[in-house]
């Protein structure tokens, strides 16, 4: 952050908290805390407009899903694990493409590609995306 940034101008941005290890939710002066929780997102997965429309804890994420998809069935979503959020070398990079689709409009059709890519690098194996 900028020293002249005011916590009113941050960007929306998840991160894990140094001291408690849990999932946090920043946006504009509000902090989250979802505690030891995976991370999900929903998105429309039209090729020509993806559309990032829901994120956070997987319930919710879920719940919203079931009731979009009756309209929209191009909808997609993705569960990111805790340890894979929490790992040394993946977890700032997948932060970091999470934060961007949340500041990129467009960019999270691309999401499962950028994660997958994340999680060879680091010696993980990927989970297959839910359908």
Avoid: Q
Wanted: charged share 25%; with cysteine; net charge negative.
């Amino acid at each position: 952050m900028d020293t002249d940034e005011t916590e009113h101008e941050r960007e929306p941005a998840y991160r894990i908290c140094d001291r408690t290890g849990h999932l946090l939710f920043d946006r504009c002066d509000v902090t989250i805390d979802l505690g030891e929780s995976a991370l999900s997102i929903a998105w429309s997965a039209d090729p020509h407009y993806p559309c990032l429309h829901k994120h956070g804890a997987p319930e919710g994420v879920e719940a919203f899903l079931t009731a979009a998809s009756r309209i929209d069935p191009d909808m997609r979503s993705i569960t990111i694990p805790l340890d894979v959020i929490v790992h040394p070398e993946a977890g700032p990079k997948v932060l970091e493409e999470v934060n961007a689709c949340l500041a990129i409009t467009g960019r999270v059709g691309k999401i499962e590609e950028r994660l997958a890519a994340i999680m060879e690098e680091a010696g993980l194996v990927a989970e297959a995306p839910a359908p």
